[in-house]
């Protein structure tokens, strides 16, 4: 579990089929983060929790499922790529982010990268309707591993506005259009939708206890 509040970045040193249907995956890291994670720890690479296999002071390696390059976009980086880093998140510090199991959902696509009426940075990003449905307006989302406040939806997209500290010290600042992003919905979200979803006859008595429950 992580809170999607990246720690540092890395950039992509190789990406190579090891068999098995697995490919091995090097990341190298300038400030001697890598130098704390240890074998088996778990780390978000652009939004995805991979396990760590090989780790020194500046450069570590995970194993990664041909699912996971399907589903995400790290198959389609390059070497020197940025990418975002933050390790599992342990129970003894605040929750300053939200609550990212690091299982990316799936992509979008860069629609626009600037600024909005107020000067605030923006990104939109296209996406399926039912990555759409798992959104509210000022909820979380993931993306790239980066937990933000969702600004506006509309249909086929959504926005996020994000500050001068995250756009300068994550992979966002080389966002460009047309590029393509992790997204990870909120996981509570998630389990709303399940439950109101598991039958159409029973939706409305579970919606009633929901809000009987304070979910109001």
């Given at each position: 579990?992580?809170?999607?509040?990246?720690?540092?970045?890395?950039?992509l040193q190789s990406l190579r089929d090891s068999g098995n249907g697995l490919s091995r995956l090097t990341v190298?890291?300038?400030?001697?983060w890598a130098a704390e994670l240890?074998?088996?720890d778990s780390v978000a690479v652009q939004g995805?929790?991979?396990?760590?296999?090989?780790?020194?002071?500046n450069v570590f390696s995970v194993d990664v499922l041909k699912e996971t390059l399907s589903?995400?976009?790290?198959?389609q980086k390059g070497r020197g790529a940025l990418l975002n880093l933050e390790r599992a998140m342990t129970l003894d510090r605040r929750l300053d982010g939200h609550l990212v199991t690091g299982h990316v959902d799936g992509q979008g696509r860069v629609l626009q990268v600037g600024h909005d009426t107020e000067g605030d940075r923006v990104v939109k990003i296209a996406c399926e309707q039912a990555l759409l449905a798992g959104m509210v307006l000022k909820g979380s989302v993931a993306l790239d591993g980066i937990s933000l406040t969702i600004s506006n939806l509309e249909r086929g997209s959504f926005q996020v506005s994000i500050i001068p500290h995250t756009w300068q010290h994550t992979s966002l600042h080389s966002l460009r259009v047309g590029h393509m992003v992790n997204i990870e919905t909120d996981v509570i979200g998630k389990y709303v939708q399940r439950y109101v979803s598991l039958g159409q006859g029973e939706s409305k008595l579970r919606l009633q206890q929901m809000i009987d429950a304070g979910f109001s």
């Open positions: 579990m992580f809170t999607g509040l990246i720690e540092t970045t890395g950039t190298a890291v300038s400030d001697g240890g074998i088996g995805a929790c991979l396990t760590v296999v090989d780790a020194s002071e589903r995400t976009c790290l198959g």
